[in-house]
């Protein structure tokens, strides 16, 4: 491997992401075999021969599925939520560490600022560096991401615990974000299409701070699945071949 074919500044998160993305991906798959196998294995072997007999069969494949429909994927979504969140503020800190070290370290850093580490960050990349993460279209995403993690993390996914503005934040969330569902005195109900949007936005996220930073993205960017999967922004990239 070049290393000098590698900026390393966008290299790191964008791998750190498509990691995620993959293993994301590979454990939905693995979690769903479990699920279809332990069906045929002990699927019912008889057919229902009218209403009342489908509900009753479906009933018991619902049973025999309940371990990884009912119990491993919402907990295995949940988890994905807030490690992706957390990967969005270690890359975050990646992010300042590395301006740090290209023009020097400022007088104030992030943990000096008011606010969530989101907040601390774009209040520190707009106040030196003339970059507002507010201007990025995804920005709103990343916040969506954040209230779903600290619902996750805080009140264990139960909407009814959250505070009176982060419940109301979370109820209108269905409206505008396909596979997540909120509703009073229950859960969250996280789809795999939540998750996989999350990935999309949270990529479109960084490189549009690396392309407002003029920091060249490396061109086998463009043949991974993931970066297919956010439409044409990698066109206004800087790139390295």
């Not at 300042?96 to 070290?101: I, P, R």
């Not at 560096?129 to 139960?158: F, W």
């Not at 991974?224 to 206004?236: E, F, S, T």
Request: glycine content about 4%; overall charge negative; hydrophobic content about 40%.
């Amino acid at each position: 491997m070049n290393s000098e074919r590698f900026e390393w500044k966008t290299f790191d998160t964008l791998y750190a992401l498509e990691s995620f993305a993959d293993y994301w991906a590979e454990n939905e798959k693995l979690i769903k075999i479990a699920a279809d196998e332990q069906e045929k294995k002990h699927a019912p072997t008889w057919t229902p021969t009218d209403d009342d007999e489908r509900g009753e069969y479906d009933m018991e494949v619902r049973n025999i599925r309940h371990l990884q429909d009912e119990i491993m994927i919402p907990m295995f979504r949940q988890s994905c939520i807030v490690m992706l969140f957390s990967m969005v503020e270690r890359e975050l800190q990646r992010l300042v560490d590395n301006l740090n070290k290209e023009h020097g370290k400022q007088k104030l850093g992030p943990k000096d600022l008011r606010g969530s580490f989101l907040q601390q960050t774009n209040k520190f990349t707009e106040a030196f560096y003339g970059l507002s993460l507010t201007n990025c279209p995804e920005y709103n995403a990343v916040c969506d991401l954040q209230k779903i993690r600290d619902c996750i993390v805080h009140c264990r996914g139960e909407v009814s615990l959250v505070n009176e503005s982060d419940r109301k934040y979370l109820l209108a969330l269905k409206k505008n974000r396909p596979g997540f569902l909120a509703l009073e005195r229950t859960a969250l109900d996280i789809e795999a299409e939540c998750i996989e949007q999350f990935i999309r936005e949270i990529w479109r996220f960084f490189v549009w701070i690396f392309t407002e930073l003029k920091w060249k993205l490396n061109d086998l960017w463009e043949q991974k699945k993931w970066a297919k999967l956010v439409d044409g922004i990698m066109a206004h990239a800087i790139r390295i071949a």
